[in-house]
């Protein structure tokens, strides 16, 4: 039985870590889409220790914690990251077979290079330790980023973000390049409280008068390219937790975007035809400017009212659904087919139970010259652990070529998540050992090598046109 982190960790075959170790384990790494805060990697602090390291705003750690009945002061509370460190580690041990583990294991061997299991026990002993070589080696948000070789990140901003910190980041001479993508949801969820007021916001940072739903998309698209002209990225995202296609008349729109103006109720159809209008034009939008539409489907969000009310958004709270029907993303993708302006497209499916589905639908519209022009994204959220990740390439392979993939991303708020791209890679690479040593794949080891350096990094790079430079 081990006792320490093993180094052949999700490495079931001899040919699996062979693959890993010669041509995955060094691979640099580009996090295409994150929730990093572009202040943060500004000011470049050093982190106050291993508490805040594991625990500042990480939800996964939260939803755990709360399972175990700890009290909220000791997850999003008023405790000290000393004090939350503490309670998280008296919990860390009976997460057995919970990704949680795995990453926690993963994150200490490498950047403290701590090989024994947090216990409560031992807590206290870890935490002093790792916070001596916090202050010894300076441990910054940009050294952690450079310690893991992470070439480039993209953040996550609204339309109506200025950009400085970008703007400011852009000036130094850093390891990791950062962007962002563009992610205009507050301007598709017409229903919520607040649309107006923020179109409003819009407007005055576009310089583009809003009195009309053309007239929003103007304003977006203005933003859209002031994005790529700060940052020079070619990134969206498009959260759609429920969404139904439902057609639609220009007339149509245009008197539910004046309702929606002026604070007037709307109907479920109306909401509907709003967002299938919405989705389409932007993804017009995103084609002509180069951008890559990502689409997350299938969130539940703020299941728990009375915790959100407690703790805020995005704290632990949210879940999956299956509302987002296949059927409703593909007359999305075919009306933009038609009028051949269907971007290059990542789908993001929640319910991975369902993924094959989502496979399917991908292939479907796959063409004009581009590879892998709509994918499947990453297993993310509540899939992003190693069943979730084989399951996806087990699922998949048989339906899409796993070897077009950009492969992993972080989808986190967390400076040391990065270990999440070494598990995908160590995952990936038993895969395609396996499958070797069935003799289920026999064009050989280069052949092998190609897929495995395309999948950890030339497939993402060449797809969002991001130009990052690598010589392995």
């Given at each position: 039985m081990?006792?320490?982190?093993?180094?052949?960790?999700?490495?079931?075959?001899?040919?699996?870590?062979?693959?890993?170790?010669?041509?995955a384990?060094?691979?640099?790494?580009?996090?295409?889409?994150?929730?990093?805060?572009?202040?943060?990697?500004?000011?470049?602090?050093?982190?106050?220790?291993?508490?805040?390291?594991?625990?500042?705003?990480?939800?996964?750690?939260?939803?755990?914690?709360?399972?175990?009945?700890?009290?909220?002061?000791?997850?999003?509370?008023?405790?000290d990251?000393?004090?939350?460190?503490?309670?998280?580690?008296?919990?860390?041990?009976?997460?057995?077979?919970?990704?949680?583990?795995?990453?926690c294991?993963?994150?200490?061997?490498?950047?403290?290079?701590?090989?024994e299991?947090?216990?409560?026990?031992?807590?206290?002993?870890?935490?002093?330790?790792?916070?001596?070589?916090?202050?010894?080696?300076?441990?910054?948000?940009?050294?952690?980023?450079?310690?893991?070789?992470?070439?480039?990140?993209?953040?996550?901003?609204?339309?109506?973000?200025?950009?400085?910190?970008?703007?400011?980041?852009?000036?130094?001479?850093?390891?990791?390049?950062?962007?962002?993508?563009?992610?205009?949801?507050?301007?598709?969820?017409?229903?919520?409280?607040?649309?107006?007021?923020?179109?409003?916001?819009?407007?005055?940072?576009?310089?583009?008068?809003?009195?009309?739903?053309?007239?929003?998309?103007?304003?977006?698209?203005?933003?859209?390219?002031?994005?790529?002209?700060?940052?020079?990225?070619?990134?969206?995202?498009?959260?759609i937790?429920?969404?139904?296609?439902?057609?639609?008349?220009?007339?149509?729109?245009?008197?539910?975007?004046?309702?929606?103006?002026?604070n007037?109720p709307?109907?479920?159809?109306?909401?509907?035809?709003?967002?299938?209008?919405?989705?389409?034009?932007?993804?017009?939008?995103?084609?002509?400017?180069?951008?890559?539409?990502?689409?997350?489907?299938?969130?539940?969000?703020?299941a728990?009212?009375?915790?959100?009310?407690?703790?805020?958004?995005?704290?632990g709270?949210?879940?999956?659904?299956?509302?987002?029907?296949?059927?409703?993303?593909?007359?999305?993708?075919?009306?933009?087919?038609?009028?051949?302006?269907?971007?290059?497209?990542?789908?993001?499916?929640?319910?991975?139970?369902?993924?094959?589905?989502?496979?399917?639908?991908?292939?479907?519209?796959?063409?004009?010259?581009?590879?892998?022009?709509?994918?499947?994204?990453?297993?993310?959220?509540?899939?992003?652990?190693?069943?979730?990740?084989?399951?996806?390439?087990?699922?998949?392979?048989?339906?899409?070529?796993?070897?077009?993939?950009v492969?992993?991303?972080?989808?986190?708020?967390?400076?040391?998540?990065?270990?999440?791209?070494e598990?995908?890679?160590?995952?990936?690479c038993?895969?395609?050992?396996?499958?070797?040593?069935?003799?289920?794949?026999?064009?050989?080891?280069?052949?092998?090598?190609?897929?495995?350096?395309?999948?950890?990094?030339?497939?993402?790079?060449?797809?969002?046109?991001?130009?990052?430079?690598?010589?392995?």
């Amino acid at each position: 039985m081990n006792t320490r982190f093993d180094e052949e960790l999700f490495l079931t075959t001899e040919t699996g870590r062979h693959l890993y170790h010669k041509y995955a384990e060094h691979m640099p790494i580009i996090d295409y889409h994150c929730h990093l805060q572009p202040s943060e990697i500004l000011e470049d602090k050093e982190f106050e220790d291993l508490g805040e390291m594991w625990l500042r705003g990480d939800h996964y750690k939260w939803r755990a914690m709360r399972t175990f009945g700890i009290d909220e002061r000791y997850i999003t509370g008023d405790a000290d990251f000393h004090e939350k460190y503490l309670a998280f580690a008296s919990i860390l041990p009976a997460l057995a077979g919970n990704p949680i583990y795995i990453w926690c294991a993963m994150e200490l061997k490498r950047y403290f290079d701590i090989d024994e299991p947090v216990t409560e026990e031992n807590a206290e002993e870890i935490y002093q330790k790792t916070k001596e070589m916090i202050h010894k080696e300076h441990m910054t948000r940009r050294w952690c980023m450079e310690h893991s070789n992470v070439r480039l990140v993209s953040t996550t901003e609204d339309p109506i973000d200025d950009l400085h910190c970008h703007i400011a980041l852009n000036k130094e001479k850093m390891f990791t390049r950062v962007i962002t993508a563009f992610r205009p949801d507050q301007a598709m969820f017409l229903e919520k409280d607040g649309f107006s007021s923020y179109l409003d916001q819009l407007e005055a940072v576009s310089g583009v008068k809003i009195d009309s739903f053309e007239h929003m998309l103007d304003a977006l698209e203005t933003r859209l390219k002031y994005f790529q002209e700060v940052t020079g990225t070619t990134v969206s995202d498009d959260g759609i937790p429920h969404f139904t296609w439902e057609n639609y008349t220009s007339g149509e729109i245009d008197r539910i975007f004046d309702k929606a103006r002026k604070n007037e109720p709307l109907t479920a159809k109306e909401e509907d035809q709003y967002r299938s209008a919405f989705l389409f034009e932007m993804g017009r939008r995103y084609n002509r400017n180069g951008y890559v539409m990502q689409l997350h489907i299938g969130t539940y969000l703020d299941a728990n009212t009375r915790g959100v009310a407690e703790t805020g958004h995005s704290t632990g709270f949210d879940c999956a659904d299956d509302q987002c029907s296949v059927t409703s993303v593909g007359e999305l993708l075919n009306r933009l087919t038609l009028i051949d302006e269907l971007p290059k497209t990542i789908i993001y499916p929640l319910d991975g139970t369902k993924i094959e589905t989502w496979a399917i639908l991908a292939a479907g519209f796959c063409g004009g010259g581009v590879k892998g022009k709509v994918q499947l994204g990453a297993p993310w959220w509540f899939n992003d652990q190693a069943f979730g990740i084989n399951r996806q390439f087990e699922a998949c392979a048989n339906l899409y070529p796993v070897s077009l993939s950009v492969g992993m991303l972080t989808d986190s708020r967390s400076f040391i998540s990065y270990p999440r791209h070494e598990l995908y890679r160590r995952v990936f690479c038993d895969y395609l050992g396996k499958l070797a040593e069935r003799g289920e794949y026999f064009a050989g080891e280069k052949a092998l090598q190609k897929i495995i350096e395309d999948v950890c990094f030339n497939n993402v790079n060449e797809y969002f046109g991001l130009d990052v430079k690598y010589e392995g």
